[in-house]
Structures are given as C-alpha cells and as structure tokens.
C-alpha cells in the first residue's frame, strides 16, 4: 500500500514538472470559475465580455515595465512585457503572443469579421487580433488585450 501511494505520489510529480498539462484545455464549472473570478472577470473570461476602453488596469502600463503577462484565470504565461507597445486604443496593445500560448477563432459577432484570442489553456477569451493597421511593429499586428483578463507578474 505505501509502494504505491510514493509510485502514484513520483507519477504525479513527474506529470506536473512537465508541460503535457498545458496541451489540453483545463476544464472547470461554471460554478468553479465563478468562485476564482470576480463577476467583470467572469463576464469577460467566461462569457466573451469587453471592458470599458480606458478602464483597465495594464492600458498605461509602460512598455519598459519587466515581466511577463498572464491569463488571470489559470496563470498561464501569454505575453512578454517587451512585445507591448502604446496603441491608444483604450486597450493593452501587444504584436505577439508567447508561441503557443494563444488560440485564435473566426469571431463575426456584433456584424465584424475578426480573430479571437483565448488562452491555450483555460479557454479564456482575452480580446481579438487586428492586422494591417500600420503600427511600427515586428509583425504589424495588435494583440488589443482586456486589462481584466491579465496578471502581470515583474521580473
């Protein structure tokens, strides 16, 4: 009986010290997210919402701030600090994303055609992708991030 409780004890460890957790969606309630989020986390998260523009806390975060951005629902690593630029927007701007970090959908909601962002991992939405706007940029994209559904976590 002891054997087995260290071997399924190491086996749990070992799946923990590796990404193989972050390949599949984590799966909560909605009763589970309601207790982690606060209700405009949820609502943007959980049910697609927008902040107010102008309304979130990283909108004026200088992009000279060190550290790393992640999804406020599962703690998931989404942006560098150094791919951040002021956009004025009303929204935190970003020209990429950490590789893999972000899926993106056909969202024709509200009579647009756009690209969605959710995290990877929790499947929470985090705003939508713009191309082609003529930012001075890596990759001439806007990642326009609610405030709400990011951590940021300094270096």
Same mark, same amino acid.
């Given at each position: 009986? /002891?054997? !087995?409780?260290?071997?399924?004890?190491?086996?749990?460890? !070992?799946?923990?010290?590796?990404?193989?957790?972050?390949?599949?969606?984590?799966?909560?309630?909605? #009763?589970?997210?309601? =207790? /982690?989020?606060?209700?405009?986390?949820?609502? &943007?998260?959980?049910?697609?919402?927008? #902040?107010?523009?102008?309304?979130? #806390?990283?909108?004026?975060?200088? =992009?000279? =701030?060190?550290?790393?951005? @992640?999804?406020?629902?599962?703690?998931?690593?989404?942006?560098?600090? !150094?791919?951040?630029?002021?956009?004025?927007?009303?929204?935190? =701007?970003?020209?990429?994303?950490?590789?893999? !970090?972000?899926?993106?959908?056909?969202?024709?909601? $509200?009579?647009? &055609?756009? @690209? @969605?962002?959710?995290?990877?991992?929790?499947?929470?939405?985090?705003? $939508?992708? +713009?191309?082609?706007?003529?930012?001075?940029?890596?990759?001439?994209?806007? $990642?326009?991030?609610?405030?709400?559904?990011?951590? +940021?976590?300094?270096?």
């Amino acid at each position: 009986m /002891i054997r !087995s409780q260290t071997i399924r004890r190491t086996i749990v460890q !070992s799946i923990n010290r590796t990404t193989i957790s972050k390949r599949f969606i984590m799966s909560k309630s909605e #009763e589970e997210w309601r =207790a /982690i989020l606060s209700p405009q986390q949820f609502r &943007v998260l959980r049910e697609s919402g927008t #902040e107010t523009p102008y309304s979130g #806390e990283y909108t004026k975060t200088p =992009a000279t =701030a060190q550290g790393v951005y @992640e999804c406020v629902g599962c703690h998931q690593p989404l942006y560098k600090s !150094s791919s951040k630029f002021i956009a004025h927007c009303g929204w935190p =701007a970003f020209y990429e994303a950490i590789p893999g !970090s972000i899926t993106v959908n056909r969202d024709t909601s $509200h009579g647009m &055609v756009r @690209e @969605e962002m959710r995290c990877s991992n929790c499947n929470g939405h985090l705003g $939508h992708i +713009f191309k082609g706007e003529g930012y001075d940029t890596p990759t001439d994209a806007r $990642h326009c991030v609610n405030s709400i559904s990011l951590k +940021f976590n300094p270096k």
